[in-house]
């Protein structure tokens, strides 16, 4: 296959004649800071950190569940935490809504052996009654049905 060379046109050398441009420095405004990248997850139970971005988005997602621990020493007997999956509770129960199934905390520990026979430990009861869930006649009822409210609305006491 042969080329054929053809000479450039008058434009195309307009093009490759132009000086060059001179790069220009452009400077932020006065009082711009850079926004600061989001941190890497960490558990606040073991204070495992995401290594990667979708490890990332998982322990966010981990961290909005929250966990019901018996603990004695607290005034309810009732501890809050959020866990990933590198240390979630192995023994745990849910907790949901009859009406809609909205899912309430998750129950640890004797929390969840205590619930396996279908019924809610006492300190739980009081811990969602508190939180605006029906539990008088028996099955609960979320707060969105009791009460307008969601337990998500609270902020919770983490450890």
Not at 67 to 73: Q, T
Not at 113 to 125: L, Q, Y
Request: aromatic fraction near 6%.
């Amino acid at each position: 296959m042969t080329a054929i060379y053809r000479e450039p046109s008058s434009a195309q050398l307009q093009l490759w004649d132009e000086p060059p441009a001179v790069p220009v420095e452009e400077r932020a405004p006065a009082g711009y800071r850079p926004g600061r990248t989001r941190a890497a997850a960490r558990c606040p139970s073991c204070q495992h950190r995401a290594a990667s971005a979708a490890e990332d988005a998982r322990m966010r997602a981990d961290m909005g569940v929250l966990w019901l621990h018996p603990d004695p020493a607290a005034p309810d007997g009732v501890r809050e935490a959020a866990h990933c999956r590198h240390c979630q509770p192995r023994q745990v129960a849910d907790t949901e809504c009859v009406r809609c199934l909205e899912g309430g905390p998750l129950l640890a520990d004797q929390f969840a052996a205590d619930s396996a026979a279908g019924r809610v430990p006492a300190e739980v009861t009081a811990w969602l009654a508190r939180h605006g869930w029906h539990t008088a006649d028996g099955p609960l009822i979320c707060p969105n049905h009791h009460q307008g409210q969601s337990y998500r609305d609270t902020k919770p006491y983490r450890t």
